[in-house]
């Protein structure tokens, strides 16, 4: 082999050794900040990728690293959410990736130009808002051993008797509070979903990552109503009181509502 095709197989060589990671489809005259970081160890810098009225947030990196770590995720989501406050964004599935730049412009941004045109200026002055309810424990049980009979008289005779032969009435208060934390659930999402409804364009209920979970609520809504749905919240926390928490997400990238389709190397 001469000296000109082992240097031309090196080359070859260390261009397959990247591939491009895409965060996310923008509009074409975003600007990313110097302090962004990517995904990688050290943080991978981001870049924009332009077609036409489109771009792809992304970032160079090896082919043979294996993400998915708590801190690549968290990168990947801190990239679209930040961008979310300051422009609309059509989020990647985390792990995007394709082969080069080329292929991003032309299989991506190009082959779907019209589709993210129009997504994109769907989104415009919007994003994605999450509504976090947990239930204060010692409320909820307070509450419900004051209002059901039942729970009273299980919990009593559980107090009466040693562990073992207590144990078919905590089996019976455990199925018994569980049964009673999901009808509340189901009560106060749909509050909170009809209480904020008029000021999202769209209510998406999320499955509850926690037993004590009282609600868990995704909105698409323009960003300038942030204040307004705080306000909303605020009613429902004076209603509530110490039964739960009440938080408000967001801005956020529209994970729930428009996520698109991965790439393949």
């Avoid at 090196?10 to 962004?36: C, F, H, L, N």
């Avoid at 455990?174 to 009673?180: C, K, Q, T, V």
């Avoid at 037993?211 to 960003?223: F, G, H, R, Y």
């Avoid at 209603?239 to 009440?246: A, F, I, V």
């Amino acid at each position: 082999m001469s000296s000109s095709q082992s240097t031309t197989t090196r080359s070859d060589r260390a261009e397959s050794a990247t591939a491009v990671y895409v965060y996310g489809i923008v509009p074409g005259d975003v600007e990313v900040q110097k302090s962004a970081k990517g995904v990688g160890e050290p943080p991978a810098e981001v870049d924009v990728i332009r077609e036409g009225d489109i771009a792809a947030l992304v970032s160079m990196v090896p082919v043979d690293h294996a993400y998915g770590t708590p801190q690549d995720l968290q990168a990947h989501a801190q990239l679209l959410d930040g961008t979310a406050k300051v422009a609309p964004v059509l989020p990647l599935r985390f792990g995007a990736v394709l082969s080069d730049a080329d292929a991003v412009a032309e299989e991506l941004l190009r082959g779907h130009h019209d589709e993210f045109v129009q997504a994109l200026e769907a989104l415009e002055g919007r994003a994605e808002y999450v509504v976090k309810g947990r239930y204060n424990e010692e409320a909820f049980l307070a509450r419900l051993l004051s209002e059901n009979t039942q729970a009273a008289q299980l919990r009593d005779d559980i107090r009466g008797k040693p562990k073992d032969a207590a144990r078919d009435s905590q089996i019976a208060l455990g199925e018994l509070i569980a049964n009673a934390v999901e009808q509340q659930r189901q009560l106060n999402t749909n509050s909170v979903a009809e209480g904020l409804g008029g000021l999202a364009e769209h209510v998406n209920p999320r499955e509850p990552t926690h037993e004590w979970d009282s609600v868990n609520l995704a909105l698409l809504a323009e960003v300038a109503r942030q204040d307004e749905l705080e306000d909303a919240l605020d009613r429902f926390r004076e209603e509530w009181g110490d039964l739960m928490k009440l938080r408000l997400l967001g801005p956020l990238a529209p994970y729930d509502f428009v996520v698109t389709a991965n790439p393949e190397v």
